[in-house]
């Protein structure tokens, strides 16, 4: 691993998965300020205030549109990576960024909720053209990168969010627009780093672009070597013929394989997951956690899931996918289970609050070790090149449309069910540990035609 090959890794991650962290998290501690806005302008322009319902739709809408971007970003990065490349992509992306935290911190200034509902919207799009298109071939440690960012950017929005730094009322519409900084800077940086080689040869047939860009990415003048095996692989592709997303649905060979993507991508964001992040003052509030204290057990929280993430980053090639993934969703159910049962036993039992936090703590951990990052690697592994793209637009558009189910429904779900409501992600999760258990094989070291022999 060349030092020009883990850089590009980490600029690439760096300004796609952590930005999709942040926005993840960013509207979690900002919550109450952006509410008291939303209510604000309504009684500015209609002369009364918003009644709570309208007010949580209102404010659900502002942080899952936020999935409905990503959404329609992802359905369109096969196409934009095949025509403008891995850098072309993002640069395009950054300046959607740009644009967004534009919306999003003059939406105050102008009276316009408006505003951040867009800029959300654009946001996510802009998560959702990169995180398709950077990494998909990468496997073990490296195809893990982007979840320790996801890590990393969920962290450093509940920094930012502290009192003592963006927290405060005034800041919340500069907190939203931070995102400028890091895409910023990516923006800068890309162009310090070669187009990716494989797009340049195999879809540009560009030998020399591609000679030049892999002396750099891999230090050494001969790679004579590497350029035959992606000429190799060009002329496979060529005969190849790409399935559709309807073809793969109907193919009865692979039928096990794309059961299993859409069990443990659909799994993966309503597992609960989102709720907690999006939620996560509202949920310690609920659980009897002192208003002042919130914030910092949310950064305590943060610290912890990017250590998880590292374990699962640094054992995954030592320990193999399967346990990982199973471990994660049980651990996770278990303390969804432990969150219910602290909160209908508080109001007997204050020290209860403190389980509520430690199941919290419980549910993050297990994420990020297994399901934030092996779906994808298994998406990869599970299916030959013909299958691989439809696969992902199947996994990420289950992606995306789970994140925003939960995101949009968890606080009326909240305030319907009561404690009960997080049962639900607790037998999501155990369900999704129980098919891995019985369907899944372990995909670590195999070829294709051994996974396949495995589920046939």
Not at 8 to 22: I, N, P, Q
Not at 93 to 99: C, E, F, G, I, P
Not at 140 to 160: E, T
């Amino acid at each position: 691993l060349t030092f020009p090959l883990l850089s590009v890794t980490l600029l690439v991650s760096f300004g796609s998965s952590m930005l999709y962290g942040y926005n993840l998290a960013v509207v979690n501690s900002p919550a109450v300020h952006i509410k008291a806005f939303y209510n604000a302008t309504w009684s500015q322009r209609y002369g009364h205030g918003l009644a709570s319902g309208p007010l949580t739709l209102l404010y659900s809408l502002t942080v899952s549109i936020f999935a409905l971007g990503g959404l329609v970003g992802s359905l369109l990065v096969g196409v934009l990576v095949e025509r403008y490349g891995r850098n072309g992509v993002l640069s395009r992306s950054a300046l959607l960024v740009l644009l967004a935290g534009g919306f999003m911190g003059f939406s105050r200034e102008l009276g316009s909720p408006e505003m951040v509902i867009v800029g959300r919207s654009i946001t996510g799009l802009h998560s959702g053209r990169c995180s398709l298109g950077c990494g998909a071939n990468l496997r073990g440690f490296l195809g893990l990168m982007p979840s320790i960012f996801i890590c990393l950017g969920v962290f450093f929005a509940q920094v930012l969010g502290l009192p003592e730094l963006l927290g405060k009322d005034r800041f919340w519409p500069l907190f939203l627009s931070v995102v400028v900084v890091p895409t910023s800077l990516q923006l800068l940086l890309l162009h310090c780093f070669p187009e990716s080689p494989r797009y340049l040869l195999i879809e540009r047939n560009d030998v020399c672009g591609a000679t030049k860009a892999l002396r750099r990415f891999l230090g050494t003048p001969d790679v004579q070597d590497v350029i035959e095996e992606m000429k190799e692989e060009q002329r496979s592709l060529s005969s190849v013929e790409m399935v559709s997303v309807w073809q793969l649905l109907r193919d009865r060979s692979v039928r096990w394989q794309t059961l299993s993507v859409v069990v443990v991508n659909a799994g993966m964001q309503l597992s609960g997951i989102d709720a907690i992040w999006f939620y996560t003052n509202t949920i310690f509030e609920n659980a009897g956690i002192p208003v002042s204290q919130i914030p910092y057990t949310t950064v305590g929280t943060g610290t912890i899931e990017v250590v998880a993430g590292l374990i699962g980053c640094f054992t995954i090639e030592k320990l193999g996918r399967r346990p990982l993934i199973i471990t994660g969703f049980c651990a996770m159910g278990i303390c969804s289970a432990g969150i219910t049962v602290s909160l209908l036993l508080q109001t007997t039992l204050p020290w209860m609050r403190y389980l509520s936090v430690a199941c919290v703590v419980g549910i993050i951990a297990g994420f990020c070790m297994g399901p934030a990052g092996v779906p994808f690697l298994m998406t990869a592994e599970l299916f030959t090149q013909s299958h691989r793209p439809a696969a992902y637009i199947v996994g990420g558009s289950l992606n995306w449309l789970c994140n925003f189910t939960v995101g949009f429904i968890f606080p009326f779900l909240q305030m319907s069910a009561g404690a009960f409501c997080y049962l639900v992600f607790c037998g999501i999760c155990l369900l999704v540990a129980l098919y891995v258990y019985l369907v899944v094989p372990e995909t670590k070291n195999k070829t294709f035609m051994e996974i396949s022999h495995i589920f046939a």
